[in-house]
T-cell receptor, first 112, second 115 residues
Framework: DQQVKQNSPSLSVQEGRISILNCDYT??????FLWYKKYPAEGPTFLIS???IKDKNEDGRFTVFLNKSAKHLSLHIVPSQPGDSAVYFC???????????WGAGTKLIIKP | ETGVTQSPTHLIKTRGQQVTLRCSSQ?????VSWYQQALGQGPQFIFQ???????GRGNFPPRFSGLQFPNYSSELNVNALELDDSALYLC??????????????FGPGTRLTVT
């Protein structure tokens, strides 16, 4: 039972364009969502988060949008840079207040 | 500020053996979580420790156990290793006092291979 789904295993985007990574969830009790970025041989690095009481959060080139009615969130990166090439994970805070439920990740490739 | 460190980096064990993985949390962080990440999947929550007590557990059998020490470092122990235990084991620390531990800071992981 996958409560957090990232349906695109990979995404290729031209440098300078917008990258949009998507995430769907099934549990309406999730109240906090996070995006992490992971390079090979490194642990995930926190990128940006959003509370369920908001529909948008912006931090520099990164913006996360939350659509609660659709149980969908997306991460926008603009403009995309070569250093953005990594695996991006969406995670949601579970009911228990300590457990993060993770998607399977989307590999983003930024083409020069 | 020192980040989260894990040891060893890589480990090869035989089925049935026991293994101990170690984690040093980031300075000032009193909460440590352990995750298992199989190839091509997202991390799966194993358990969390807060002030030396287990503070929540995911869907893992009792042969997965842990400890947190007074300096907030932590160990993950796995007994009776099975082939399916082969994975990347990630440790993450967070500063609990700042509110719920949403933002977790990860170490580079320990790659465990069970043969």
């Amino acid at each position: 039972d996958q409560q957090v789904k990232q349906n695109s295993p990979s995404l290729s985007v031209q440098e300078g364009r917008i990258s949009i990574l998507n995430c769907d969830y099934t549990n309406s009790m999730f109240d906090y969502f996070l995006w992490y970025k992971k390079y090979p041989a490194e642990g995930p690095t926190f990128l940006i988060s959003i509370s369920s009481i908001k529909d948008k959060n912006e931090d520099g080139r990164f913006t996360v949008f939350l659509n609660k009615s659709a149980k969908h969130l997306s991460l926008h990166i603009v403009p995309s840079q070569p250093g953005d090439s990594a695996v991006y994970f969406c995670a949601a805070r579970g009911r228990s207040n300590y457990q993060l439920i993770w998607g399977a990740g989307t590999k983003l490739i930024i083409k020069p | 500020e020192t980040g989260v460190t894990q040891s060893p980096t890589h480990l090869i064990k035989t089925r049935g053996q026991q293994v101990t993985l170690r984690c040093s949390s980031q300075s000032g962080h009193n909460t440590v979580s352990w995750y298992q990440q199989a190839l091509g999947q997202g991390p799966q929550f194993i358990f969390q420790y807060y002030r030396e007590e287990e503070n929540g557990r995911g869907n893992f059998p009792p042969r997965f156990s842990g400890l947190q020490f007074p300096n907030y470092s932590s160990e993950l122990n796995v007994n009776a290793l099975e082939l399916d235990d082969s994975a990347l084991y990630l440790c993450a620390s967070s500063p609990r006092e700042r509110g719920a531990s949403y933002e977790q800071y990860f170490g580079p992981g320990t790659r465990l291979t069970v043969t």
